[in-house]
T-cell receptor, first 114, second 112 residues
Framework: EAQVTQNPRYLITVTGKKLTVTCSQN?????MSWYRQDPGLGLRQIYY???????DKGDVPEGYKVSRKEKRNFPLILESPSPNQTSLYFC?????????????FGPGTRLTVL | GDSVTQMEGPVTLSEEAFLTINCTYT??????LFWYVQYPGEGLQLLLK?????DKGSNKGFEATYRKETTSFHLEKGSVQVSDSAVYFC???????????FGKGTMLLVSP
């Protein structure tokens, strides 16, 4: 089954404790992206990757890091989480062979930083 | 830069009522337009899309027409069901890029 998976689905942590949210897709997509969803703000892009070893900042990259060492994986790293990073996070992927292809979203990771 | 503006919710309707959720956009190029739906506790799913002016996207009884002259992509459904209760996001992707720009979302609540 074609899908985007994220782990963990729920995470409660404390300020300053480094964490990683994993994202994996099995569709051989070149493009992957991270979004955060906050009430009243919709989805905002954090980082995206056009292909392996190619990443770029989205609209709200501060406090986050990403890496794209393999095509299928695109982890989101919070080196020193803060309470304002409490949010719902989504990973997404799409193919770049056609400019209008659908983006497939993961189920989301709800992060709480105390 | 690109932007998408959606009507604020929640939109509250009775079952079988007519639905319109307004969406307008600003883009520098010739964007593709999308509606995504998010059911409670789930990720986003593509509902429908249109890739050029005057295209009509449709799926599950929902429709939206790409209107370049009014820069709009309003979502409509003739008869909503309780199962349509969800958050709906309008989005655009400018030509040549894969990044989506989303509106803030509109919550739809349908009561029996």
């Amino acid at each position: 089954e074609a899908q985007v998976t994220q782990n963990p689905r729920y995470l409660i942590t404390v300020t300053g404790k480094k964490l990683t949210v994993t994202c994996s897709q099995n569709m051989n997509h070149e493009y992957m992206s991270w979004y955060r969803q906050d009430p009243g703000l919709g989805l905002r892009q954090i980082y995206y990757s056009m292909n392996v070893e190619v990443t770029d900042k989205g609209d709200v990259p501060e406090g986050y890091k990403v890496s794209r060492k393999e095509k299928r994986n695109f982890p989101l790293i919070l080196e020193s989480p803060s309470p304002n990073q409490t949010s719902l996070y989504f990973c997404a992927s799409s193919s770049r062979t056609s400019g209008n292809n659908e983006q497939f979203f993961g189920p989301g990771t709800r992060l709480t930083v105390l | 830069g690109d932007s998408v503006t959606q009507m604020e919710g929640p939109v509250t309707l009775s079952e079988e009522a007519f639905l319109t959720i307004n969406c307008t956009y600003t883009a520098t190029g010739y964007p593709s337009l999308f509606w995504y739906v998010q059911y409670p506790g789930e990720g986003l799913q593509l509902l429908l899309k249109a890739t050029k002016a005057d295209d009509k996207g449709s799926n599950k009884g929902f429709e939206a027409t790409y209107r370049k002259e009014t820069t709009s992509f309003h979502l409509e459904k003739g008869s909503v069901q309780v199962s349509d209760s969800a958050v709906y996001f309008c989005a655009l992707r400018d030509s040549g890029y894969s990044t989506l720009t989303f509106g803030k979302g509109t919550m739809l609540l349908v009561s029996p």
